[in-house]
């Protein structure tokens, strides 16, 4: 998903400036882009209860309803099986996202070398953290407080993008 979506962010910047008179409309885009992002999460966020971790339970109840409809001839599947599944699960499930979105964005932006070996740490680590502690973690974390965290950073990543625009 990263490379494919830091691809689509450099057709994006590939467009001819005859086509966009100069004006950088990718890094504009980008900007709108990350600003709806934040603002749009840290209106969620503001909406939640303190210690609300619904959200978090929701997915965690999805996952585990998918886990328990596999059948016993399904755990016999080999490896390979196996991690297709998982692949089109989460590739179905990435498209669209926020984070999908975003590396698109930032791909329009920045150098394309970067945002993709960035992404992919990125999304190593988060699903990583998701897989090592993620049960853990929501204990601990509320769904309010990612939110605002997430929200915040795309706030961030909204400035820095005009800042290198202006």
Same mark, same amino acid.
């Given at each position: 998903? @990263?490379?494919?979506?830091?691809?689509?962010?450099?057709?994006?910047?590939?467009?001819?400036?005859?086509?966009?008179?100069?004006?950088?409309?990718?890094?504009? #885009?980008?900007?709108?882009?990350?600003?709806?992002?934040?603002?749009?999460?840290?209106?969620?966020?503001?909406?939640?209860?303190?210690?609300?971790?619904?959200?978090?339970?929701?997915?965690?109840?999805?996952?585990?309803?998918?886990?328990?409809?596999?059948?016993?001839?399904?755990?016999?599947?080999?490896?390979?099986?196996?991690?297709?599944?998982?692949?089109?699960? #989460?590739?179905?499930?990435?498209?669209?996202?926020?984070?999908?979105?975003?590396?698109?964005?930032?791909?329009?932006?920045?150098?394309?070398?970067?945002?993709?070996?960035?992404?992919?740490?990125?999304?190593?680590?988060?699903?990583?953290?998701?897989?090592?502690?993620?049960?853990?973690?929501?204990?601990?974390?509320?769904?309010?407080?990612?939110?605002? #965290?997430?929200?915040?950073?795309?706030?961030?990543?909204?400035?820095? @993008?005009?800042?290198?625009?202006?």
């Amino acid at each position: 998903m @990263t490379i494919i979506s830091t691809v689509l962010g450099q057709a994006f910047h590939a467009v001819p400036s005859s086509l966009t008179q100069g004006i950088p409309f990718d890094d504009y #885009v980008a900007v709108a882009a990350f600003t709806y992002f934040g603002v749009k999460t840290l209106m969620d966020a503001s909406k939640l209860s303190d210690g609300d971790s619904s959200g978090i339970e929701e997915e965690k109840a999805e996952a585990e309803e998918i886990v328990q409809e596999v059948t016993a001839d399904q755990k016999r599947k080999s490896v390979v099986a196996l991690i297709l599944q998982t692949f089109s699960l #989460v590739f179905a499930a990435e498209i669209g996202d926020r984070s999908f979105l975003s590396t698109i964005a930032l791909s329009a932006a920045l150098n394309p070398y970067a945002v993709a070996l960035g992404a992919t740490a990125a999304h190593a680590s988060a699903t990583g953290l998701a897989v090592l502690g993620g049960s853990f973690m929501s204990r601990y974390l509320s769904e309010k407080v990612i939110g605002y #965290v997430g929200g915040s950073l795309f706030l961030v990543f909204a400035l820095t @993008t005009a800042l290198g625009v202006f």
